[in-house]
């Protein structure tokens, strides 16, 4: 069974056949089931990224046994869950008189993994009940409910449907910290359209280095109005796509390829891109015509930044470390600073954002890039342009860094965005002339192809 609400791209397709790295007297799937489960845990109880859980050669050792089908579907079951958790959880709950105990954290996850095969994905319902019963009995912490999760789900498998029309409204949309941030700063009703979207993994987005509409063309998609290309959800593998060999276009969020187009023409300039890595912005830069110097401080990033330069045919001086200590005297015409930041604005592509971040992590960063802010600063010529953004959709790394960086320095002023210059994202450019997108904003004719990350960028220049 398939249900529609929340679901999150297009069906999984898998045969519950491997038995590959599982004992023989193991049911085929459990240990995929088993590692799905861990893995929650571990992001929603540790706040462990999932990204780094999922890593090919150093994510987590249970998961980089399994064979390649089934890290696929552990991976599609983790992120489907992460995008519907307050959903599933609301639906759990209404299928218990009682809420579950405390204690019953391990049980709590086992289900999630359950009803999300259940309630999202194209896996049979009978196979994703006995696994989870399997999971509880194999688990000496869950060991007790084995029969109370054989009930829920078994009739959350025939009520599927009406109990998520049931919960639809229940659910937050998140951890209170998250939603309160976004109600407070954006109002309930954009904030809820923000939590909705939040629900469906992000379109695919290229920056091209020309001819944007022939690209289109060519790959089924359309121009949105960042001037990127947006393809449909069944566009293939990304490398085996036409142009990718021959380095006519890289991937990059929509949004994500404002800030570099917010300098102008900067052919001939020195430009600097601090926090450069994995370099879609570096790329812009460098196709525009920049001479660009990408800092980082990850050697490992700026290795791969170079590999997606050659494949790009661009040159791009790179130098590792804190650009505050290894730029030395250097100034440049144009310099982009954008900076580490909660990552409020990639929930889509991020689910699990919201549960291995806080309030807290929040504040930390927001201190951390208004010193980067001040030290970027110095590195622009006289006359010369900065551009600052990041995608967090918290203002406190946005606009009331910004303004409070105004407030104190005179030797820079802002440069107001015009929102004539951006037709079809007008309402992103603030009454300050900030730049400011949600994942509500640039919408489409289905939850998958609209959106866009969240961003803020503005405009310096240095007196």
Not at 336 to 360: F, M, N, Q, Y
Request: aromatic residues 4%.
């Amino acid at each position: 069974m398939v249900l529609s609400a929340g679901k999150a791209g297009q069906p999984l397709k898998r045969q519950e056949t491997s038995t590959h790295a599982q004992p023989s007297n193991q049911k085929p799937g459990l240990a995929t089931r088993q590692a799905a489960t861990r893995l929650l845990g571990a992001v929603i109880d540790r706040a462990i990224s999932l990204d780094g859980l999922l890593e090919p050669e150093n994510g987590n050792a249970t998961y980089r046994a399994l064979p390649p089908a089934d890290q696929s579907l552990v991976r599609a079951i983790l992120l489907t869950a992460l995008r519907n958790l307050p959903v599933l959880d609301a639906a759990i709950d209404a299928m218990v008189d009682r809420k579950l105990p405390d204690g019953a954290r391990s049980l709590r996850h086992i289900l999630i993994v359950a009803a999300t095969q259940i309630l999202f994905l194209d896996i049979p319902d009978r196979a994703a009940v006995d696994l989870a019963v399997e999971q509880t009995h194999a688990d000496p912490r869950s060991r007790r409910f084995a029969n109370l999760a054989n009930a829920v789900l078994r009739r959350l498998s025939r009520e599927g449907q009406a109990v998520l029309e049931q919960v639809k409204d229940q659910a937050a949309g998140g951890p209170p910290w998250l939603v309160d941030m976004l109600q407070s700063h954006y109002g309930k009703e954009h904030a809820r359209r923000i939590l909705d979207a939040h629900r469906f993994a992000p379109p695919l987005d290229l920056t091209v280095k020309s001819d944007a509409a022939g690209w289109a063309e060519r790959l089924g998609g359309i121009v949105v109005a960042t001037g990127s290309v947006r393809l449909p959800a069944a566009h293939g593998a990304i490398p085996e796509l036409e142009g990718f060999d021959e380095g006519a276009w890289w991937v990059q969020d929509a949004a994500a390829s404002i800030p570099a187009r917010l300098f102008g023409d900067i052919e001939g300039l020195a430009v600097a891109d601090l926090c450069a890595a994995p370099g879609g912005k570096t790329a812009q830069l460098a196709a525009g015509g920049g001479k660009v110097t990408a800092f980082d401080l990850s050697a490992n990033r700026l290795r791969r930044l170079g590999e997606n330069m050659d494949r790009l045919g661009l040159k791009v001086e790179t130098i590792v470390g804190d650009f505050r200590k290894t730029a030395g005297n250097r100034t440049f015409d144009a310099v982009l600073l954008d900076t580490p930041c909660s990552s409020t604005g990639t929930i889509r592509r991020h689910p699990d954002v919201p549960w291995t971040k806080s309030a807290e992590d929040v504040a930390k960063l927001a201190s951390l890039q208004a010193d980067l802010l001040d030290a970027a600063i110095g590195l622009v010529k006289s006359g010369g342009k900065l551009v600052f953004a990041n995608c967090s959709l918290d203002p406190s790394e946005g606009e009331t860094l910004m303004k409070a960086c105004l407030a104190k320095r005179d030797d820079v002023e802002l440069v107001a965005v015009d929102p004539t210059d951006w037709p079809g994202l007008e309402e992103a450019i603030t009454k300050e002339g900030f730049f400011r997108t949600t994942p509500a904003m640039m919408q489409g004719d289905t939850p998958e192809t609209s959106g866009l990350d969240g961003f803020f960028a503005a405009i310096l220049r240095r007196r």
